[in-house]
């Protein structure tokens, strides 16, 4: 479910939405990420859903593993499925995450724009969500 804030936005956002968003192919990569071993049940199952397209083609999946953030003390695993020929969205995903300590205004949109978000829409989310945190 989301909450109200991502409700509130003039356009849908893509949680939830990303494997209808792909299928489409309106959607380029969508990323999942928790400690290793630790998905819930059900972002696994949705995981699996991914994983049926990946054999037949439709998908590329890559898994990254790394430190958690902050005070976690397990490995952060990275699932990134991408349409074919976007590959390199993951690459230039985990280079935002892994770069600058300070996370800026420019950060949020590229990593918009790696997901898929049109320029409007972030836009939007750098005027009236992230300048306002």
């Known amino acids: 479910m989301l909450n109200s804030l991502l409700r509130s936005l003039p356009y849908l956002v893509h949680t939830n939405r990303e494997f209808g968003l792909m299928m489409a192919g309106r959607k380029p990569m969508a990323v999942f990420v928790d400690g290793k071993d630790r998905f819930p049940e059900v972002v696994a199952r949705y995981i699996r859903l991914f994983d049926r397209h990946v054999t037949s083609g439709r998908f590329v999946r890559a898994d990254r593993l790394g430190p958690g953030a902050g005070v976690r003390t397990y490995m952060a695993h990275r699932i ?31 990593q918009g724009e790696l997901l898929g978000y049109e320029d409007w829409m972030n836009d939007y989310w750098i005027e009236h969500v992230y300048s306002g945190r």
Request: hydrophobic content about 40%; charged content about 40%.
């Open 80 to 110: 990134f499925f991408t349409l074919p020929g976007e590959e390199w969205r993951v690459d230039a995903y985990l280079a935002l995450i892994d770069g600058d300590d300070r996370w800026t205004a420019d950060h949020e949109r590229r």
